[in-house]
């Protein structure tokens, strides 16, 4: 058994199961709603992720590298095989060159399992010792990996386990990271437990036991009631009614009247039936609803203002707008109240999606303007914190579309309001498994926050989400649609609000550097005895 296992690990079939490993673990982020199919796939991600960590503890750090960026490119090739359709399809690239793009978001994202792997190994220098510092390691990558160069923490392994209580647990207390730290630390333990089953009773097992007794004990005791006292000063009285609509409507990529007044006659279209047997408080449409700049639309606006006026309700929904002070173009969000005062409210979309809403390093990436043209591609940033919407009795938490990829940004916003509102178009993704997976990570935020969260799409997926991240309602994708709810608002202020990522990075540090010392401790310890 012992000359099997050293084949697999100095042999190219390591490699082959990296690969199989990282399918293995991106398949759970392609599913939304809760099915029997899902619980499969999560088994197999716990698979996944436990192989990888025994099958890289016995590893050199040079081929512990490799594994690890084979691993990596499993995860995103599979999990991102969907980046290249905006720049084909609506940008007017080269089939080829979307291909290549999509290629190479991948090899960079894998880079970052390549160098937990590389760190895990060479900082481990036992096998127990890498068992150890795997959920410290990775899940300080995954954080650094969601504010290095342009951040992107898509497929974060906390996303995957929306529909546990790992993350109705965790994320109240330490976000999505902690999250996937916990995870790992569990197939860890269970990895611990393999260990002492298979050896002799040693020093080791005692110490590996009482390892996974005072984890068991923190998971089941000390984490759930910190959850209960980070939201115990919650309120939950007030409620509104909303209605969000979704259109369907397909990306306008150039500046054509009457395909964008088309848009426009869709949405009221969609309200005006939703008035005819419902009086909501709230109407919420979604991400570039509007497709004129808002001073352009003043018009359309001012015969949606008398419909606001008559009916009574507020009307939010997404907008370009320029600021004419300081020329700056926003992806905007705006609100409309009804009433005697006609002034509208902005949010400014602060986190662009790179290369398609900006364009990062410029010098460098230049020429990707040469093949790829979307429009309204250069927006300006808006400022982190901003004041949330008031409507319907209620405090909204704006944010716009791949802003809600970032939970410590999203909680800065959250705290002054009830309820969180995200809108989006996730149109520019075609029917891929792209919308499934920013409806996860939408959800995350509320179970993060402990907030309702509500979810306005163009072609799917407009939702609306509870506290505990549970889709209470949902409309259907790629078709037009609206959807009528009562909602609620808290005002729980949960760890993670507090702190933010703040406190998994520390304990991250913290570990990592406890670990590697008593390493070295013993190793000096072993030396010393020798001589």
Same mark, same amino acid.
């Given at each position: ?91 007017? %690239? =080269?089939?080829?060159? #979307? *291909? $290549?793009?999509?290629?190479?978001? /991948? ?5 970052? +399992? !390549? ?18 510092? %795997? =959920?410290?390691?990775? #899940? *300080? $990558?995954?954080?650094?990996?969601? /504010? ?5 923490? +898509? !497929? ?31 197939? /860890?333990?269970?990895l611990l437990l393999l260990n002492v089953w298979c050896q002799p009773a040693k020093a080791?097992a005692k110490k590996a036991l009482v390892i996974c007794l005072i984890f068991l004990l ?10 209960? /006292? ?302």
């Amino acid at each position: 058994m012992y000359k099997q296992w050293q084949y697999l690990i100095q042999s190219r079939w390591l490699y082959v199961m990296a690969l199989v490993l990282g399918l293995m673990q991106a398949l759970v982020f392609d599913f939304v709603f809760d099915s029997p199919l899902k619980w499969l796939v999560l088994i197999l991600n716990f698979i996944s992720l436990a192989g990888f960590l025994w099958l890289l503890k016995d590893l050199t750090p040079r081929r512990a590298a490799i594994f690890g960026y084979v691993f990596g490119l499993g995860v995103f090739g599979w999990g991102l095989n969907w980046v290249y359709i905006s720049m084909a399809q609506f940008g007017g %690239a =080269p089939l080829s060159f #979307a *291909l $290549l793009a999509n290629a190479a978001v /991948v090899a960079y994202l894998a880079l970052y +399992w !390549l160098v937990a792997a590389y760190l895990i190994v060479k900082w481990g220098k036992t096998p127990n010792q890498c068992l150890l510092l %795997a =959920p410290a390691v990775i #899940a *300080l $990558l995954e954080w650094v990996r969601s /504010v290095f160069l342009i951040g992107f923490p +898509w !497929l974060s392994i906390g996303y995957g386990l929306i529909d546990t209580n790992f993350a109705r647990i965790f994320a109240p207390i330490g976000g999505v990271f902690f999250v996937g730290f916990v995870y790992i630390m569990q197939c /860890v333990v269970v990895l611990l437990l393999l260990n002492v089953w298979c050896q002799p009773a040693k020093a080791f097992a005692k110490k590996a036991l009482v390892i996974c007794l005072i984890f068991l004990l923190c998971k089941n005791f000390i984490f759930p009631f910190a959850q209960l /006292v980070s939201s115990s000063n919650e309120s939950k009285d007030r409620t509104t009614n909303i209605t969000l609509i979704q259109g369907n409507m397909p990306v306008i990529t150039e500046y054509n009247h009457a395909r964008m007044s088309k848009n426009l006659d869709k949405y009221t279209a969609l309200t005006d039936a939703v008035l005819e047997n419902h009086s909501p408080n709230v109407v919420i449409w979604p991400e570039a609803a509007i497709p004129f700049f808002y001073i352009e639309a003043g018009d359309f606006l001012a015969n949606v203002w008398e419909q606001q006026f008559t009916h009574g309700f507020d009307l939010i929904t997404g907008v370009p707008h320029i600021d004419f002070k300081s020329n700056d173009i926003y992806n905007a969000i705006v609100l409309q109240k009804y009433g005697n005062d006609p002034n509208a409210q902005f949010y400014y979309k602060q986190h662009l999606l790179p290369f398609g809403e900006y364009l990062p390093f410029r010098p460098v990436f230049a020429f990707f303007k040469d093949f790829v043209d979307i429009p309204m591609s250069d927006f300006s940033r808006g400022q982190v914190v901003q004041p949330p919407f008031l409507a319907g009795g209620l405090t909204f938490s704006p944010s716009i579309c791949f802003e809600a990829v970032f939970g410590d940004e999203i909680r800065q916003n959250a705290r002054a309001a009830d309820i969180l509102l995200n809108i989006s178009n996730d149109a520019w993704f075609g029917k891929s498994k792209a919308q499934a997976q920013h409806l996860n990570i939408a959800r995350m935020r509320a179970i993060e926050n402990q907030k309702m969260l509500v979810r306005a799409t163009n072609d799917g997926l407009t939702a609306i989400v509870d506290r505990q991240g549970k889709i209470l309602q949902a409309l259907p994708p790629f078709k037009e649609g609206t959807l009528t709810a009562t909602v609620t608002g808290y005002s729980a202020t949960t760890l993670y609000v507090k702190y933010g990522d703040t406190p998994i990075i520390i304990l991250c540090l913290v570990m990592i550097a406890v670990i590697t010392k008593i390493g070295l401790f013993l190793r000096f310890k072993v030396a010393g005895e020798k001589v």
